[in-house]
Nanobody
Framework: EVQLVESGGGLVQPGGSLRLSCAAS????????MSWVRQAPGKGLEWVSL????????TYADSVKGRFTISRDNAKNTLTLQMNSLKPEDTAVYYC??????????????????WGRGTQVTVSS
């Protein structure tokens, strides 16, 4: 059974940092691209960042580029999102997703088949 469990969310002031983690199990983690998506209150899902199966290829939404860093540890089956310089508009539930394929040439083609329950990130003073 595929399981994705996010952690690390919380309340942080604008300009602060948080590190999200996703513990994966039930599949060969290193064989699939992974991504983070988020959903702000009252809004639809927004793709945040994508990483290829080997970790060498990363892509970011313009809204987070230069502030967020996605990474993965295939030995530990863990996906991470380091979020710096957080803004109130980053407030959302963040979900870890499992890609359908090993790698993607662009984020626009990314498809996922599993996601976790999410972790809440609130940026407020």
């Amino acid at each position: 059974e595929v399981q994705l469990v996010e952690s690390g969310g919380g309340l942080v002031q604008p300009g602060g940092s948080l590190r999200l983690s996703c513990a994966a199990s039930g599949f060969t983690f290193g064989s699939y691209a992974m991504s983070w998506v988020r959903q702000a209150p009252g809004k639809g899902l927004e793709w945040v960042s994508l990483i290829g199966s080997g970790g060498g290829s990363t892509t970011y939404a313009d809204s987070v580029k230069g502030r967020f860093t996605i990474s993965r540890d295939n030995a530990k089956n863990t996906l991470t999102l380091q979020m710096n310089s957080l803004k109130p508009e980053d407030t959302a539930v963040y979900y870890c997703t499992k890609g359908v394929r090993k790698d993607y040439s662009s984020a626009s083609g990314y498809e996922y088949d599993y996601w976790g329950r999410g972790t809440q990130v609130t940026v407020s003073s």
